[in-house]
């Protein structure tokens, strides 16, 4: 598994102290306010001094950036946490880390295809897998249809309801 995993992307400057907006890759801007530290893909640490969310991004003002100008310097770049900096409750999981993974009936070992996005619906998440021949399935993150999430071998166990891929 990967340490570091996408958060957001620098978009734009806002105001005239340096700050930068971010448009969130995760559940919401919220969540990136959450973090002291982000990283570049580098690797290199990234020092939040403040954040706050403004209209679905975060603002972030980051230690050494001070104008406008050294701001627009970091447009396009993307920002990483760190996954040990979280700690997800049971049955949570990172979408980076679901996708890939290969998804088989629980009761008959069959093989569906592979986990290829994870879709926001409102009520639950949704997961798109595609099988060998690229064709897409859709299964709902409940758990009347998922049974196991195994990461360390790559396999997700479900339970198809009935009709769900007629």
Request: charge should be negative; glycine fraction near 8%.
């Amino acid at each position: 598994m990967k340490k570091y995993l996408e958060i957001g992307k620098i978009v734009s400057v806002f105001g005239i102290k340096g700050e930068v907006k971010v448009e969130p890759w995760c559940d919401s801007p919220a969540f990136i306010c959450e973090f002291d530290t982000l990283y570049y893909k580098s690797g290199t640490p990234v020092e939040i001094e403040r954040s706050r969310v403004h209209k679905n991004q975060a603002l972030l003002k980051i230690k050494g950036v001070e104008t406008p100008e050294q701001g627009k310097l970091l447009r396009g770049r993307v920002l990483y946490m760190d996954r040990d900096d979280v700690e997800l409750d049971e049955g949570t999981y990172f979408r980076q880390d679901l996708i890939g993974l290969t998804v088989k009936d629980s009761k008959t070992d069959e093989e569906y295809g592979k986990i290829s996005d994870v879709l926001e619906t409102g009520a639950n998440d949704v997961y798109e897998i595609a099988d060998c021949n690229s064709e897409k399935k859709y299964i709902p993150a409940i758990p009347d249809v998922i049974d196991s999430v195994d990461l360390e071998n790559g396999v997700m166990l479900i339970t198809p309801l009935e009709g769900l891929f007629d």
